[in-house]
């Protein structure tokens, strides 16, 4: 059986196939950000389930979308698990990770498909907040819009050393729809496009431009990619929004870019 989620308003369009369930048991809640010694990791999406798998990954959540706050690590849609799951497992070495939930609570228009968000200020805040906990990655698997305050945000994160992953989108064209926010960061901010098994990009990916300049672009896998949904069943997932944390586990391994001077 096959399911087809498109991720409207700020989130990409993706497959996910279902795979047999797994005895997800019950989880405990993790104690606040855990061992120092571990990178920690921001994941600005849907919210992020406590999994069998994430139990000793997921030190906190934040909820942007919502007030009151809604009850830590138990999402209305999968999207975030599933990135959580794909950058644990790609990490070369233990992480941590900081959930900021953004999805509307009042859920998603007519015409669009969870997780959406309409207001630019849950996904400017959520940067800022990861920027001040001094995350090592943040890792934006959304389609964001390209507004001042978010650019600012992820400025303001780049130019502290923060590595900042943004999906390039699932719309085909032959350029990022997401380039203002690319730029501003650079060169800590990276898109990312998604490849298929056999190294080829895959046709719903935003491309780099031909004559690339003043961004970073990376590919990933990002078709197919084998992942956990919030309810512990095991799915494999296609779109830029999960060749993102693949490419951020990546660059939790490498040396901590050049910092940025602030621009005031």
Sequence with gaps: MELRVL?????????????????????????????????????????????????????????????????????????????????????????????????????????????????????????????????????????????PRIVDAIRDAAARGIKVVMAAGNDGLDHPGNLGMARAGYPNTVLVGALDASGQPWEGTNKPQANATGYRYAWQLGVDVPTIMADGSEAVATGTSFAAPIETAKLLTEAKPATIALVN
Excluded at 67 to 93: C, N, W
Excluded at 95 to 100: A, E, G, L, M
Excluded at 114 to 142: H, M
């Design 7 to 147: 991720w409207g308003c700020l989130a990409l369009a993706g497959t996910i196939g279902l795979l047999p369930a797994l005895n997800a048991g019950a989880a405990a809640a993790p104690e606040a950000h855990g061992s120092a010694k571990r990178p920690l990791v921001a994941i600005i999406d849907s919210g992020i389930a406590l999994t069998p798998e994430l139990q000793g990954v997921l030190v906190a959540e934040y909820d942007y979308g919502a007030t009151p706050s809604r009850p830590a690590f138990q999402p209305t849609y999968d999207h975030g698990t599933m990135v959580a799951t794909i950058l644990e497992r790609e990490a070369k070495e233990p992480v941590r990770i900081i959930s900021f939930r953004i999805d509307d609570a009042r859920g998603c228009p007519e015409d669009a498909n969870p997780p959406c968000q309409r207001d630019v200020r849950p996904i400017a805040q959520a940067i800022r907040k990861a920027t001040e906990l001094r995350v090592s990655a943040i890792n934006i698997s959304l389609n964001l819009k390209e507004d």
